[in-house]
C-alpha cells in the first residue's frame, strides 16, 4: 500500500502512527522522504515500536477514522509542501512536524507571521490572569497573533484577551483537534476557530497524555517571534516553551512578580539566569513587532531584493551590482546589508553556500 501512497497520504500514516516530536521519526522522513520511510518501516527495519504501529494503521481502520473524525470538525491536514505550512516550524529541523491536524477560518502560516506566544502557570493569580488578558488585548490592537495552549489559567487568559479586542489567536493542542480539553473550554475552542487556528501535530482522537503537553510546547515557540511568561513556578511547563523558545533564537520576556510569590519563582530565576529579559511594560513586548511592520513598509529595495532572488540565488555583491544597475548609483552597500539582514529576520530569505536565496 506505501507504494501507492502520495507525499501527502504517507505523512498522515506517519503523523498517526508515530508520537509527535519523535526525532527518529523525524530523521527518517528527512533522510528517505515520507514515502520510503514508510516503505522501509514495512519492510521491517527501524524502530520495533514504529515498525509495529506503521502496520497496524495500514492494515486497519485508523486513517479512516482518523479522517472521518477530522471532516466532522471541518478541519484539515497541512504539511509543509502546503502554502499555509509555517516556515518558521523548519527551525526545529529534526524534530519538525510531519504535518499538523487544523481547525479553524485562519491561515496558520499568515497568522504565524507576526505572532506572540503568551504562557504560564494553569492555576494563575488574579495579578497574572489580568497581565495576561490586557497584554493580549494590546496584541490585538498590534495586529500580532496570540499564540497559546487554550489550558487553565494563563493560556486561557490570553487567548480570551485577544478575543475580546477582536484579535486572532493559534491554540496549540495536545491532544486531536476534534477534543476539547479541558471540556470546559468547548466554547472557547470553538471561538479560537472562527477567526483563528486550533491546531495539533496528535491524530484526531488522540488523548492529552502527559509527556505530549511537553512536546506540544516546541511548536507553540516555534510558531511565535517572541514568547511571554507571565506566572511560572520553578517547575512550571510553561518553563519548557520559553527554554525552546530561547533555544530556537526567539525574543522571551518574562513577567516579574511579587518576590515571595512561588507562581512567579520560575520567572524570577529565568531572568537573573539571562534566559528570559525583564518585561517592564508592554512596550518593551511589542517594539520588535514594530520595526518589523516598519520594515515591511520599506518596499523598493526589499522588493528589488526579492526579485533579483526569483532568478536564482547570489550573494551579496551580486545583489549590490544587479541593483545597482535597477536602482541607480545612489544605493549605498550597507543599505544593502542592513535590507539584507531584515529579510533574513522576517525568514523570506536565507543565507546558504551558495548565496542568499528566497525561503
Not at 489559567?153 to 495536545?174: E, F, N, P, S, Y
Not at 511548536?219 to 507571565?230: N, S
Not at 531584493?305 to 536602482?327: K, M, W
Request: net charge negative; aromatic share 4%; with cysteine.
Amino acid at each position: 500500500m506505501a507504494s501507492q501512497l502520495t507525499q501527502r497520504q504517507a505523512r498522515l500514516v506517519i503523523s498517526i502512527a508515530g508520537e509527535p516530536g519523535d526525532e527518529r521519526v523525524g530523521r527518517a522522513v528527512a533522510e528517505f522522504g515520507a514515502i520510503e520511510a514508510v516503505q522501509i518501516w514495512q519492510r521491517g527495519i527501524g524502530a520495533k515500536a514504529m515498525i509495529n504501529s506503521i502496520t497496524q494503521v495500514l492494515e486497519s481502520r485508523a486513517i479512516e477514522q482518523a479522517v472521518k473524525s477530522l471532516n466532522s470538525v471541518q478541519g484539515r491536514f497541512i504539511t509543509p509542501q502546503d502554502a499555509e505550512w509555517p516556515v518558521a516550524l523548519d527551525d526545529l529541523d529534526l524534530a519538525t512536524p510531519v504535518g499538523l491536524w487544523c481547525v479553524g477560518s485562519g491561515d496558520l502560516g499568515e497568522l504565524a507571521n507576526r505572532s506572540l506566544a503568551i504562557v504560564g502557570a494553569r492555576a494563575a493569580t488574579a495579578y497574572g490572569e489580568r497581565v495576561a488578558t490586557d497584554i493580549a488585548a494590546q496584541a490585538a490592537q498590534e495586529s500580532v497573533t496570540v499564540v497559546s495552549g487554550a489550558a487553565y489559567g494563563i493560556d486561557a487568559a490570553a487567548h480570551r484577551g485577544v478575543l475580546l479586542a477582536a484579535g486572532k489567536t493559534i491554540a496549540v493542542l495536545a491532544c486531536g483537534v476534534d477534543v476539547a480539553y479541558p471540556v470546559s473550554h468547548r466554547g472557547l475552542l470553538t471561538r479560537i476557530s472562527e477567526g483563528g487556528v486550533v491546531v495539533s501535530e496528535a491524530p484526531p482522537g488522540a488523548k492529552p497524555h502527559k509527556h505530549r503537553f511537553l512536546i506540544r510546547n516546541r511548536l507553540i515557540a516555534a510558531l511565535a517571534q517572541g514568547t511571554l511568561v507571565v506566572e511560572a513556578a520553578l517547575r512550571s511547563g510553561s518553563l519548557s516553551t520559553s527554554n525552546w523558545a530561547h533555544t530556537l533564537g526567539r525574543e522571551v520576556w518574562g513577567i516579574p512578580g511579587p518576590i515571595t510569590s512561588a507562581s512567579s519563582a520560575g520567572v524570577h530565576t529565568a531572568i537573573r539566569n539571562n534566559v528570559m529579559t525583564l518585561a517592564a511594560s508592554s512596550q518593551d513586548i511589542f517594539s520588535g513587532y514594530k520595526i518589523q511592520e516598519q520594515a515591511a513598509q520599506l518596499g523598493l529595495i526589499d522588493g528589488a531584493i526579492i526579485g533579483e532572488l526569483e532568478l536564482g540565488p547570489n550573494d551579496t555583491h551580486g545583489i549590490f551590482q544587479a541593483l545597482i544597475q535597477l536602482l541607480g548609483t545612489n544605493l549605498d552597500f550597507y543599505e544593502l546589508q542592513a535590507a539584507l539582514a531584515l529579510l533574513e529576520v522576517r525568514q523570506v530569505i536565507s543565507l546558504t553556500t551558495n548565496g542568499w536565496q528566497l525561503r
